[in-house]
C-alpha cells in the first residue's frame, strides 16, 4: 500500500502540474493546484484500495488519477469570452 500511495501522489502532482501548465488562466495559484492534485490522487487511492483490496495496484492507480481529474476539475473557472458585436 505504501508504494501505490506513493505512486498515486505522484502521478497527481503530475497532473496537475499539466493542468496547472495548460489551463494556467482559469485555474487558481499553481501551490493550491498542485497541493489539490497530489491529494486527490492520495484520497482516491485510498478509497479504490479500500474498494477493489489488495493486489491490484493499477486499479488502485487508476482510479486514484481518475479520482485527482474529478477534483482538479472542481477548481476551473468559467473561461472569459470576448463578445463581438454583430455589425462589425
Do not use: K, Q, Y
Not at 493550491?32 to 477493489?52: E, K, P
Amino acid at each position: 500500500m505504501f508504494w501505490e500511495a506513493v505512486g498515486a501522489v505522484v502521478l497527481g502532482f503530475a497532473l496537475s502540474w499539466a493542468a496547472a501548465h495548460r489551463l494556467a488562466d482559469r485555474l487558481p495559484s499553481r501551490r493550491v493546484v498542485l497541493g489539490t492534485g497530489a491529494l486527490g490522487a492520495l484520497f482516491g487511492a485510498l478509497i479504490t484500495h479500500a474498494a477493489l483490496g489488495p493486489g491490484h495496484a493499477l486499479g488502485t492507480l487508476l482510479g486514484a488519477v481518475a479520482v485527482a481529474a474529478v477534483v482538479l476539475s472542481l477548481l476551473l473557472r468559467p473561461a472569459s469570452r470576448l463578445r463581438r458585436s454583430a455589425a462589425t
